[in-house]
């Protein structure tokens, strides 16, 4: 069993941990968490009500940027390869940047391909893949429209998916931020997720939302002070 440090174990004495708080009292009570020596992300787990055979997958466009600024890979030839470093694509390239990727380079936050590049860009499946990295036409990232995609990542667009336990969890903003700002990030990846609720679905979909920090044990969210 991990140990649970002095800091943790102050924060659980600050509150009710089985009680479903208004969004704009959880942030509060995060903040008056004991602090750590860096400026903590905060972070949003949601638990989903999924069948076994059921998963989810979406984006979400944060209103409010943080953190530092995402390194973006575009696997495109030609003019289009051109487009994406005039976008701002931290690297571009074709089958290097393929081969780059196959000896173990992983020095990037997203990924984005051209169409015609697939092909080549689906043998990173295992190493891209199970790292929520590869490409989809589903989330904008195999797409001819490399200086959107790559203004729309750069602008703070970001990729979540559910795991087998059906949770979907995303680091949505700072502590340092303002409490506006870091509300408006947490109902945005709130939003996103309902929007890609089963069409098959029956009945409940979200059981339950918890915010957290990055050393900080985790906060019940009322859905209701969601919507």
Sequence with gaps: MAKVSKK??????????????????????????????FDETIDVSIKLKLNKSQRV???????????????????????????AEKAGADFVGDTDIIDKIKKGWLDFDAVIATPDMMKDVGKLGPILGRRGLMPNPKTGTVTFDVAQAVADIKKGKFEFRSDKDGVVALGVAKVSMDNDKIKENIKAFYDAVVKIRPADLKGEYIKSVTISKTMSPGVKVDKETLK
Excluded at 60 to 82: D, T, W
């Design 57 to 83: 997958r979406g984006v979400v466009s944060l209103p409010n940027s943080f953190g530092k600024p995402r390194k973006v890979v575009v696997i495109a030839k030609g003019e289009k390869a051109i487009e």
């Design 8 to 37: 943790y174990k102050e924060a659980l004495e600050m509150y009710d941990k089985n009680k479903e708080y208004a969004l704009d009292e959880a942030i509060e009570i995060l903040k008056k968490f004991p602090k750590a020596k």
